[in-house]
């Protein structure tokens, strides 16, 4: 079982950025795969983004393509998301999740249930 602990949401005007992390304990770190998700007011979680166990591979939602980035400490047991060019609609409850295994084909990450262990999600908000 893995433990997961979010921070660094808040509030920030639209274009602004923001980085928000997830310390894992628990399992190895860098024996599983990472992943981001959000879920906004009266809506389904959705994917944001995954990182395989050695950082080597990303994968990222077309809506946060070339403005979010995900990143992974394997020594720090922590991963990381850096938001970018924020948008009104990327105001949500962010969770971090622990997948089942190192890495995934592309189209496993988008699924929540390839990811065993969730944490308590920090709120983002962006405002205009």
């Known amino acids: 079982q893995v433990q997961l602990v979010e921070s660094g949401g808040g509030l920030v005007q639209a274009g602004g950025s923001l980085r928000v992390s997830c310390a894992a304990s628990g399992r190895t770190f860098s024996s599983y795969a990472m992943g981001w998700f959000r879920q906004a007011p009266g809506k389904e979680r959705e994917f944001v983004a995954a990182i395989s166990w050695s950082g080597g591979s990303t994968y990222y939602a077309d809506s946060v393509k070339g403005r979010f980035t995900i990143s992974r400490d394997n020594a720090k047991n922590t991963v990381y998301l850096q938001m970018n060019s924020l948008k009104l609609e990327d105001t949500a409850v962010y969770y971090c999740?622990?997948?089942?295994?190192?890495?995934?084909?592309?189209?496993?990450?988008?699924?929540?249930?390839?990811?065993?262990?969730w944490g308590q999600g920090t709120q983002v908000t962006v405002s205009s």
């Open positions: 999740a622990a997948a089942l295994r190192p890495y995934y084909s592309r189209s496993s990450y988008y699924s929540s249930d390839s990811f065993g262990s």
